[in-house]
């Protein structure tokens, strides 16, 4: 018997759970609060991840990103001092982290548009899911050709 690493459920089946998970919330403010309550289980990341290397640019609240490439796959880790940003960012870190770069290419975050994510959101923190998906999105091409 081998210690690979279990198969992680595929993007696609990812995606799928959450839309349904968010669509399951008849108001914007009702899946806000669901993306909060994730954000306070979410484990915080150790503070000495919280360096200036790690900061995003360009966020009104300091947002960490912390990427790291193991096993062919990447994982990502987030923290704010604004509870929205965390949430917001989180939604984001976990639902890539443990994929393989492939994968997260195959699918950008647009499909938040369906369950509305980003019209509720101000201008400031609709940057931040961008800001958020170039550093995942970086993290996946540099691991695609290494």
């Not at 759970?17 to 669509?23: N, T």
């Not at 900061?55 to 990447?74: K, S, T, Y």
């Not at 195959?106 to 998906?133: C, K, M, Y």
Request: proline content about 5%; glycine content about 4%; aromatic content about 6%.
């Amino acid at each position: 018997m081998t210690d690979a690493p279990a198969a992680s459920p595929s993007l696609f089946t990812k995606r799928d759970a959450l839309l349904a998970q968010l669509g399951s919330f008849r108001h914007s403010q009702e899946r806000l609060q669901w993306l909060v309550e994730q954000a306070r289980l979410r484990p915080v990341p150790a503070s000495e991840l919280k360096t200036e290397a790690h900061r995003v640019p360009g966020c009104l609240a300091n947002l960490w990103l912390v990427a790291e490439r193991r096993g062919g796959r990447c994982y990502f880790q987030c923290d704010s001092d604004s509870q929205i940003v965390r949430a917001v960012a989180g939604l984001l870190c976990d639902f890539y982290s443990g994929q393989s770069p492939a994968e997260i290419l195959a699918v950008d975050p647009s499909f938040l548009e369906q369950v509305g994510i980003n019209q509720h959101l101000t201008a400031n923190r609709r940057n931040v899911l961008s800001r958020v998906w170039e550093r995942i999105r970086a993290c996946a091409q540099a691991s695609a050709t290494t």
